[in-house]
């Protein structure tokens, strides 16, 4: 029954998609995937959703930790604001942050229509993949182990890199997984802040919607495929790593 549900709702949509692609061809394919416009966006896409997703393992990571073992006040509140991006409409999250870094943001700075905001909305969305990721399992974590190697005289920072690191580096990479699997397919969050120039700010999801308006859905769809390959062996290669490092 699993099978057969994700068949329906997986597998078959995307091997429509791969059937959609090459319509035209195989020629037509690779000329749609290698069009100057179309290499530019994936190469965007893919470079700034590799530094969103490094950026989210460390301060994704670090958040957590705070949440985790730190008191403070409100931090009832800023735990419930983590969720916030899973909950608010993407299209909203890209309003609000054209209307704060906009050219009439009351914070005084613009960065609309650059390559900065395109990491400001990526940012943004992805984060709370990290912290919910890790949280969990620095709950779950034992303080026996850091105390025993406290009273043995190693510094914090030994502790963290030679006892809680491990241990945090599955989840870690885990939530980066989603993070990067989130920003190669956003649309709705970059769509108005990044201003959609082609070569410049345009990413891949906004080109894709762009082919599709324009009636091109077997170019759309050739992109699409590439995305969804390069993904693909990107998140197996993470999960490959984070399973090396469970077992050890």
Request: without cysteine.
């Amino acid at each position: 029954m699993s099978v057969a549900w994700l068949t329906l709702i997986v597998l078959i949509p995307l091997a429509a998609v791969v059937s959609r692609s090459f319509d035209d061809g195989l020629s037509a394919f690779w000329d749609d995937v290698t069009a100057p416009q179309a290499v530019a966006a994936m190469k965007l896409t893919l470079v700034a959703s590799l530094i969103v997703a490094a950026i989210d393992a460390v301060m994704g990571t670090l958040i957590a930790w705070v949440l985790v073992r730190d008191e403070f006040p409100g931090k009832r509140i800023v735990n419930a604001l983590i969720d916030l991006p899973f909950a608010l409409p993407t299209i909203v999250a890209g309003l609000v942050l054209l209307a704060l870094y906009g050219p009439n943001g009351p914070v005084g700075i613009n960065i609309a229509y650059t390559r900065v905001a395109v990491l400001m909305a990526l940012l943004f969305i992805t984060l709370p993949f990290v912290v919910r990721a890790v949280q969990p399992v620095l709950i779950a974590l034992e303080r026996d182990v850091e105390e025993a190697a406290e009273s043995l005289g190693a510094r914090p920072v030994t502790i963290f890199r030679r006892i809680i690191l491990p241990a945090l580096k599955p989840a870690i990479l885990a939530g980066v997984g989603l993070a990067f699997g989130r920003a190669v397919g956003e649309f709705g969050s970059v769509v108005l802040i990044s201003g959609n120039l082609p070569y410049k700010t345009e990413v891949a999801s906004v080109l894709v919607f762009g082919q599709i308006e324009s009636d091109n859905t077997t170019a759309a769809a050739a992109v699409s495929v590439v995305l969804l390959a390069i993904s693909f062996f990107v998140l197996l290669g993470i999960s490959f790593v984070a399973r090396r490092g469970l077992h050890r």
